[in-house]
């Protein structure tokens, strides 16, 4: 197994504003020293509410929003003191699909230039074969070569969700950031995206960083799993480990609030575990486990001191009480 | 028994540019006291006019509803006039929502908003509506309800927003509470306390709730008894647990393979190819049949009709002719 990407203690800080004229600035730790491993040909998704930092992990792994410490060794090589034009060049390397299918394509572009930029500013191969690249690109992610010339408004989300996945393989990438990609779609439409993501990783052996709120299809995707709470990594481990015996009464809560079909109002379902409340605030988090007052097996020490990861049933968790 | 709320035949027409255009046509649904009927489909299947429709908020001109009935307890509600509307709106029958932040006022307090509420229905003095309002803050599990009734929408977060349109929907005890999407905006550990709050006050208050939403697994948590809706139609109805386990027409058990499960993930998901179709382009046949890996000539011709062929009622004339 090949380490593709790796980040090491990675930091993100925001600077908020001054308490008065003379006052310090405070800041807030949207990602608090976080590592993972990313294996080539693998996804690893990352799992969270809102807020958790699932995005910003993310983005400062791939140098788009500055890092305040660690480290990310990309195939061996740190992003993070690369100097611009050799990130530049990496950039080929790695590439991104947003959330939001309509405002992540220029709407008076015309789509196959909208594919094709990616390939000019990188100056790839000769302006011909840039279009031969296109119709291949395309015809990859279920697009007819009639629609080249159309413009975004003229795609359905789904469409242009292929648009934007077509244009991030434009550079041939070894690691495709996957910000949301389907959370702005319908059902029957995920279903189409996700086969396709799928199928693109087995065809061009393509590494995913797959940022999700949802478990369904973080597990239909991914091959290993991080849960982020508050700026931290709380568990991670292989998908199926983490999904039949999740250790850390977190992802339990996560667990048991995701909809499915087998829970049922007639078999008089009801939630085993409930989440009340919201996360706390990053700006002054507490001293403990950022978890303890929302978790029911909060005990004395896990509001004195965070808890280390460790291993539990193939799972890493950072919890005292796991299980 | 007869229904609490009982939609007869409804057609809503909206007048486009391409011409006049059918948003719905021949919906009937019903819903009894103190159950679920959960209504699912894709965007623009109809789910949120069929809400408009029984809360008389169709915006017209451009849109009317051109035929049938909706019944309130016997009462008919399409030739109802705007007063008596407004009367029923929030004291019979109320809604909420799917987006918590653009229906909130955000120029006044949550607590004067729910209290308004309140005021509009009942004969009492601001300030035992303003009690009344912290009461029901408490009841749909808000911390310190007394401050937070004080506090600007913008204060408060999606989850917190949302339990707030709740206790304003039912501040006056609503028979029925259409919940168009509740929970679409919201993080899944927020839309598992949502939907648990929404349990809660059907066994409390005994409310008819009609649940809009595009996933079977809410469906699956919350439904007595679903609606699937394609195209401003009625395709197929039953008990929930008829419909999930036993679906009939091919694009209730299309929504169904597609949603991407806990249990397991090495399959490939079960897609349904393409989109449903813009309502002007609809021809004379079904609807669903360029999706459709079951077609046949006559789907294409003749529009089916919701009927039981066999199980429970559907429209789809492969069911019909046990083709699937």
């Not at chain 1, 807020?51 to 792994?61: D, H, I, Y």
């Not at chain 1, 629609?147 to 969700?161: A, I, M, V």
């Not at chain 1, 486990?289 to 990861?309: L, N, T, V």
Request: aromatic share 4%.
């Amino acid at each position: 197994m090949t380490v593709l990407l790796k980040a090491r203690d990675l930091t993100v800080r925001f600077a908020l504003g001054k308490k008065g004229l003379f006052g310090a600035r405070q800041h807030l730790e949207a990602v608090r020293s976080v590592s993972f491993t990313l294996a080539k040909g693998r996804a690893l998704g990352i799992v969270g509410e809102s807020g958790s930092g699932k995005t910003t992990t993310a983005m400062a792994a791939i140098r788009l929003t500055e890092a305040a410490g660690g480290q990310v060794l990309f195939e061996g090589e740190d992003l993070l003191t690369l100097s611009d034009e050799d990130m530049r060049q990496r950039r080929r390397d790695i590439q991104l699909i947003f959330q939001d299918p309509y405002s992540s394509l220029n709407p008076r572009a015309r789509v196959a230039d909208i594919v094709r930029e990616p390939m000019d500013l990188m100056e790839i191969g000769t302006p011909a074969e840039r279009d031969v690249r296109v119709r291949e690109l395309f015809q990859l992610v279920g697009l007819r070569p009639d629609q080249l010339n159309l413009f975004p408004h003229q795609f359905s989300g789904g469409q242009r969700q292929r648009i934007s996945i077509a244009r991030a393989l434009s550079t041939n990438p070894k690691l495709l950031v996957c910000d949301e990609p389907v959370s702005a779609l319908d059902v029957a439409i995920q279903a189409q995206i996700l086969n396709l993501l799928a199928r693109l990783k087995d065809e061009l052996g393509l590494s995913y960083l797959f940022i999700s709120h949802d478990l369904g299809v973080v597990r239909h995707v991914c091959d290993d799993v991080a849960v982020m709470y508050l700026g931290k990594i709380v568990e991670h481990g292989p998908v199926e480990a983490l999904f039949e015996a999740p250790q850390h009464p977190y992802t339990q809560a996560l667990l048991a609030a995701a909809p499915s079909l087998a829970r049922r109002k007639s078999k008089g379902y009801v939630r085993p575990m409930k989440l009340s409340g919201d996360p706390p605030s990053p700006i002054n988090p507490p001293k403990g486990c950022a978890f303890a007052e929302r978790c029911p097996k909060a005990q004395d020490i896990c509001r004195q001191s965070p808890p280390e990861a460790r291993e539990a049933q193939g799972l890493h968790v950072a919890c005292y009480f796991p299980g | 028994m007869s229904a609490l709320l009982d939609i007869k035949d409804l057609r809503v027409t909206f007048n486009t540019r391409y011409g006049e255009v059918t948003a719905l046509d021949s919906v009937s649904l019903h819903v009894n006291e103190g159950e679920t009927l959960g209504v699912v489909g894709e965007s623009g299947c109809g789910k949120s006019i069929t809400a408009l429709a029984t809360m008389g908020l169709i915006p017209s001109p451009p849109g009317r509803i051109a035929g049938g009935s909706i019944a309130l307890n016997g009462e008919e509600l399409t030739s109802a006039s705007e007063a008596r509307l407004r009367a029923l709106r929030g004291a019979e029958i109320a809604m909420i929502f799917q987006e918590p932040m653009t229906s909130l006022n955000p120029v006044f307090t949550v607590g004067a908003q729910i209290a308004e509420a309140i005021m509009l229905h009942q004969k009492v003095s601001r300030d035992t509506a303003m009690k009344d309002a912290v009461a029901l803050l408490d009841r749909v599990g808000i911390p310190s309800p007394a401050e937070r009734a004080r506090d600007y929408p913008h204060q408060l977060s999606g989850g917190m927003r949302q339990r707030v349109m709740i206790a304003m929907a039912v501040s006056c005890r609503p028979k029925v509470l259409i919940a168009d999407e509740p929970t679409t905006a919201l993080d899944v550990t927020v839309q598992a306390q949502i939907f648990d709050l929404l349990n809660e006050i059907q066994r409390e208050f005994g409310a008819a709730i009609i649940l809009i939403t595009h996933d079977m697994g809410a469906i699956s948590e919350m439904a007595d008894r679903v609606a699937v809706m394609y195209a401003g139609r009625v395709i197929e109805e039953a008990s929930a647990d008829s419909v999930l386990d036993t679906p009939q027409h091919p694009y209730a058990r299309g929504l169904i393979d597609c949603i991407p499960a806990l249990g397991k993930g090495d399959t490939a998901l079960k897609e349904i190819p393409g989109v449903v179709p813009p309502l002007h382009l609809l021809g004379a046949g079904c609807a669903f049949a360029a999706r459709c890996a079951h077609a046949n000539a006559r789907c294409l011709s003749e529009k089916p009709l919701l009927a039981n062929h066999g199980h429970h009622p559907s429209a789809c004339h492969a069911v019909e002719e046990a083709r699937i």
